[in-house]
């Protein structure tokens, strides 16, 4: 199943200006290496067949009638290739000459589109030639071939509802109104763009921008293939320049001057997903007529990179500033709230995890936005039967490198009250032994904050949320939570780069320990050696895992198959498939039966496009069935 994954390419031709039989080989040679590649959809420059450079040339009836020959012999080659080519020509239509594209597909001319919007202006003069196709919606014959022809045209692929293709040439993406914003609105998901764009300095990086920001306006992917070198130099040099785009970002571009084909896997069921999610993304579909065509096989290799660690950008340079930004967003929320309420105390749990400490750290900062005092933050140590020497050294240390108030409350004797109470034997090491134990801090901090007229800050993140990982009304509850919408794959890298950049040495060797140490809540008695026992990834499977799922399950909509399908695509050999496919069913069950606790959830800062929260990114019914979503799985 190809999941909505289609691979494109954008080509460039070595050409020979006006000569159309040199050029039709070169073409065809192209769309037999792209075929052979699995590229469904290859796109080449703005009149490639005959040369953009032809200048008066296009007034020679005998190139018009070669470009026409040239375009059903290319027409003829596709067949057999299963890809649709899309291919720049001039094209005469009732006395008129227009700058049309072909699309072309298994022998057929699908349709084709004239350019909209000639330039006439500095080094071009397209209208000394040609005639804009502006409502152009008629029909014209070429080699027998009643073809549609206009601007009105979409090519559709029938087994593929969200691969729907556009055409708009060259100038047309440079105007204030392209084409391509009405052929996305009426359902177009990839355009193609034949473009012949000279080189001069510093456009390149414009038409990048261009392109780019085009793709993420209609919310869609943008194929644009470039004319290069075989053009006439006599006044301009092209170079090539074929970018390929999808919702903002650059997935391949071609290296100038080199006539370079490029190729990437776009995904048009994620473009579709987006769409139908912005309830403001217009849909104008009346008046267009849609050229139905059917792939032989849609399934291949995906070549795409898939990122693993979806929530953390992977350059050091990007990864620092995502920090830095979330950082600022995380403590000029809780500052807002503190200001509002007129706290001037804040009291937080601290473990000695990566959780509590990035909550300390925020608390910190936004205690410096307000310049409060550090006291004013009650930071409190509550050890139980599982806190181990190590974590409880290192919340001791950074409490006190951070100068905030220390209060130390063992909860052992009131949780062994409390099982006397309730009858439970403390042998029995279940879930209420675990929690038990999460209740009691979380009523002991709420008293403090009580008593010292503050405000509770929450440590759980939102990976924890997402599972349900939080004893319910224990450190699920909070009164503010920082945290709320940091995945645990990012917590790491937030406490990384607070250690990296801070002036204090000693603070940051706390912080560096921190991170070395396991993930754990530490509910159950340490091992003989000390050692924390209770691993969370042991118990509900690696977070890696899990972020990289709940990331394509809210952000995109992604289906299980495809998520299972992606995961094995990011992770490689990391992980068999048996144990991917075993943590996507422990995730799926949990999020959907953990809902309940997300429903009563605390505020808190969003900071990143996916949330949890119920006033917010997630509405979901607690008592929601997960049995669809499983089955799926289970044919896998």
Not at 545 to 553: E, P, S, T
């Amino acid at each position: 199943m190809s999941y909505g994954f289609i691979k494109v390419a954008a080509a460039t031709p070595s050409i020979r200006v006006a000569d159309c039989k040199h050029n039709t080989k070169e073409i065809c040679r192209l769309i037999g290496e792209m075929a052979a590649q699995g590229v469904k959809l290859g796109v080449f420059p703005e009149l490639c067949i005959t040369g953009y450079t032809c200048s008066d040339l296009f007034w020679q009836q005998h190139l018009l009638k070669a470009a026409e020959n040239s375009l059903l012999e290319i027409a003829k080659f596709t067949v057999g290739t299963d890809m649709v080519a899309v291919v720049g020509l001039p094209v005469v239509h009732r006395n008129k000459l227009y700058n049309g594209a072909a699309v072309l597909f298994e022998g057929k001319i699908l349709g084709i589109v004239p350019k909209t919007h000639l330039p006439n202006y500095s080094e071009f003069y397209e209208a000394r030639h040609f005639t804009g196709g502006t409502g152009l919606r008629e029909e014209i014959d070429i080699g027998g071939q009643c073809v549609p022809f206009g601007t009105d045209l979409l090519f559709k692929e029938a087994n593929m509802d969200s691969f729907v293709l556009g055409i708009e040439i060259c100038e047309d993406l440079w105007v204030p109104d392209p084409p391509s914003v009405h052929l996305a609105m009426a359902g177009a998901t990839v355009i193609a763009n034949c473009s012949a764009s000279d080189e001069v300095t510093g456009k390149d990086s414009y038409r990048r921008d261009l392109v780019r920001s085009q793709s993420a306006r209609l919310v869609g992917a943008y194929v644009y293939a470039d004319a290069g070198e075989g053009e006439s130099t006599t006044d301009l040099v092209y170079a090539g320049h074929n970018l390929i785009a999808e919702n903002g970002i650059l997935l391949a571009e071609a290296r100038k001057f080199q006539n370079e084909t490029v190729c990437a896997d776009i995904d048009t069921e994620r473009l579709t997903g987006e769409r139908r999610r912005m309830t403001t993304y217009a849909n104008r579909a009346e008046g267009w007529r849609e050229i139905i065509f059917a792939f032989q096989n849609t399934d291949g290799v995906l070549s795409r990179y898939i990122d693993p660690a979806p929530f953390v950008p992977a350059q050091t340079e990007d990864r620092e500033r995502r920090c830095k930004e979330i950082l600022e967003l995380q403590a000029r929320g809780l500052k807002k709230r503190l200001e509002h309420t007129n706290c001037k105390t804040a009291v937080i749990g601290i473990s000695g995890g990566l959780d509590s400490t990035l909550a300390l750290l925020v608390t910190a900062y936004a205690f410096d936005l307000l310049k409060l005092e550090h006291k004013g933050i009650m930071a409190v140590t509550m050890p139980g039967f599982g806190t181990t020497d190590r974590t409880y050294q290192n919340a001791q240390e950074l409490i006190r490198k951070l100068g905030a108030s220390f209060a130390e409350i063992p909860i052992g004797q009131a949780v062994m009250q409390h099982f006397e109470n309730i009858g439970h034997d403390p042998a029995v090491k279940d879930i209420t032994y675990e929690n038990a134990q999460a209740r009691q801090r979380t009523y002991l901090l709420m008293d403090i904050a009580n008593e010292q007229n503050g405000m509770v800050i929450g440590t759980g993140d939102m990976s924890e949320l997402a599972l349900g990982w939080a004893t319910y009304n224990g450190d699920h509850m909070s009164m503010y939570g920082v945290n709320a919408s940091v995945p645990k794959t990012l917590v790491r890298h937030l406490v990384r780069y607070y250690a990296d950049t801070c002036q204090d040495t000693g603070l940051a060797e706390v912080l560096y320990d921190i991170l070395d140490t396991p993930v754990s809540p530490e509910l159950l008695p340490p091992a003989g050696d000390g050692k924390i026992a209770q691993k969370t990834e042991d118990l509900v499977g690696p977070y890696e895992l899990h972020d990289f799922f709940l990331y394509h399950m809210l952000r995109w909509g992604c289906p299980p198959g495809k998520i299972l399908y992606l995961a094995k695509q990011a992770f490689g050999n990391a992980y068999e498939e048996a144990v991917v496919l075993k943590w996507l069913k422990v995730f799926y069950r949990r999020f959907f039966s953990q809902q309940f606790k997300r429903s009563c959830l605390p505020d808190g800062p969003k900071v990143g496009s996916v949330a949890v929260s119920p006033r917010g990114d997630l509405r979901m019914p607690s008592d929601a069935s997960v049995r669809q979503w499983i089955d799926e799985l289970e044919q896998e």
